[in-house]
């Protein structure tokens, strides 16, 4: 675990990390193939083989420079995160570290299967079985329950960062994009927060603390969408979205859950709960009932799926929130009481009064 030597100021980043850089040419190492995996505002990810092995990675090639600034801490921050999270299965592995002047490449194990976002939006024959479920939210759960153990909060939990190994049969879960995580040694600030709009918690959009309780808040909508095929807080734009989430205006009629189990019911109420401090860690959600039994990492069982004619794509970046706002970083859902009750807004974060919030879709 990284000391606190090894943190930047207070804003939870890490700047220290174990991987070898390597300088040398990533091309007279790997060959490109295929089309592209997928892409966000500043990576793109794409299909390699290493011609050493003959394995196949997913290199995902991270610009440094950011509208006009260098983010070189923010990749090595994503490098920290990704390699104190190594002993976990469910957390996508990283292999290597290329840098060129203008990028940081990390190869990465691939995930074939491709994000859970494919088949949360399929037909229904094609979409996930409410034990498909059970199994993928228990591998997440582990996954983040190994985060928060180890005090990062992921804070973009959403279908398109969650991969799965195979598709057909259904494989196993890897979380991947630590891009916007944290370290919550101590209390933290966090100044800029990306994310999808209907996954954000309500803390985020009211400039309040951020927690590991942040991120249980995003698998409740995850949990929603992957049982029903429906977001539970998507309006007809962004700002009835936001209302929806502040208001935690949410459906669980028949309608909607359709074949779905109360329990399951039961399971996302306990997350989607305004008050972070309320919500249900991982931990506890491990425990629940609908989730009972140990975690099972083979899905070889279970019914294939048949191959989806055209897979839909990730919404594109249009749709990505942007928050520049000053957060305050609790290190557990529990520290949420002791920090409210000992900061107030403006104390000792100043800043927070100072920066305008300021939302951008
Ligand atoms: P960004 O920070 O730009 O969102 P991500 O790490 O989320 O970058 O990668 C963007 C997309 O690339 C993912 O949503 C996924 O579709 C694909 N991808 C990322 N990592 C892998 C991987 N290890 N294996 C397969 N596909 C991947
Ligand atoms: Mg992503």
């Known amino acids: 675990m990284p000391d606190s030597s090894m943190m930047d100021n207070r804003n939870g980043m890490v700047s220290k990390i174990q991987s070898r850089i390597r300088t040398d040419s990533f091309k007279s190492n790997y060959d490109l193939v295929g089309k592209e995996l997928g892409r966000g505002k500043f990576a793109v990810v ?42 976990n299965p469910f957390v996508v592995s990283l292999h290597e570290v290329y840098e060129t002047t203008s990028e940081i490449i990390l190869v990465l194990e691939y995930a074939a299967g491709g994000e859970i976002f494919n088949q949360c939006v399929a037909d229904n024959d094609e979409a996930f079985t409410e034990k498909d479920v059970i199994r993928l939210v228990r591998q997440i759960l582990s996954g983040v329950a190994y985060l928060h153990r180890n005090n990062v909060v992921h804070l973009d939990m959403k279908p398109q960062n969650l991969l799965l190994t195979s598709s057909r049969p259904l494989g196993d879960i890897r979380i991947v994009d630590f891009g916007l995580s944290r370290r919550m040694d101590n209390v933290k600030e966090v100044r800029e927060i990306l994310g999808t709009p209907e996954y954000v918690a309500p803390e985020i959009l009211n400039y309040e603390p ?13 949990a929603y969408v992957m049982l029903t095929g429906e977001s539970p807080f998507l309006g007809e734009d962004k700002q009835e979205t936001f209302l929806n ?19 399951a019911v039961d399971f996302i109420k306990t997350l989607l709960i305004k008050n972070p401090r309320k919500r249900a860690t991982a931990e506890e959600c491990l425990q629940h009932p609908w989730l009972s039994g140990p975690p099972q990492p083979h899905a070889g069982l279970l019914p294939s799926l048949e191959e989806a004619e055209s897979e839909p794509e990730s919404p594109d970046s249009a749709q990505e929130l942007v928050i520049m706002a000053s957060y ?4 557990s859902q529990s520290d949420l009481k002791a920090v409210r009750g000992a900061f107030p807004f403006d104390e000792p974060f100043g800043a927070r009064s ?8």
């Open 210 to 222: 951020i927690s590991t309780a942040t991120d249980m808040w995003s698998i409740g909508v995850l």
């Open 46 to 87: 794409k299909k390699c083989v290493e011609k050493a092995t003959g394995n196949e990675h997913a290199a995902k090639f991270l610009r440094k420079r950011r509208k006009g600034e260098d983010c070189r801490r923010d990749i090595i921050n994503e490098i920290a995160i990704l390699e104190s999270a190594k002993a």
């Open 354 to 361: 100072e920066i305008q919030p300021q939302i951008y879709c």
């Open 328 to 331: 305050t970083l609790c290190s």
């Open 245 to 263: 989430i502040s208001q935690v205006n949410v459906d669980y009629s028949q309608d909607v859950f359709e074949g779905v189990s109360n329990l």
